[in-house]
């Protein structure tokens, strides 16, 4: 199920996971892997299976990307 919100803390507890899943222990610990960038969340959206998408929209500023998103 797909859920929208505008995260506004920086203490958002999805944040502070993007955050740590920085590292590689992170990744490592939790079996998954963090994607920044239009093309490679391109590529992860067509070819693995997602949990969530973080962005930025005032960094949306391509058609690409708003269609990603």
Not at 26 to 39: K, P, Q, T, Y
Request: charged share 30%; aromatic share 4%; net charge positive.
């Amino acid at each position: 199920m797909a859920r929208r919100g505008a995260i506004t803390s920086p203490s958002n507890p999805l944040l502070k996971r993007a955050r740590k899943l920085r590292q590689r222990k992170h990744r490592d610990a939790e079996g998954v892997f963090l994607v920044e960038g239009i093309a490679p969340a391109w590529q992860a959206l067509e070819h693995a299976d997602v949990e969530v998408v973080l962005f930025s929209p005032e960094l949306l500023t391509s058609e690409r990307a708003l269609d990603l998103v």
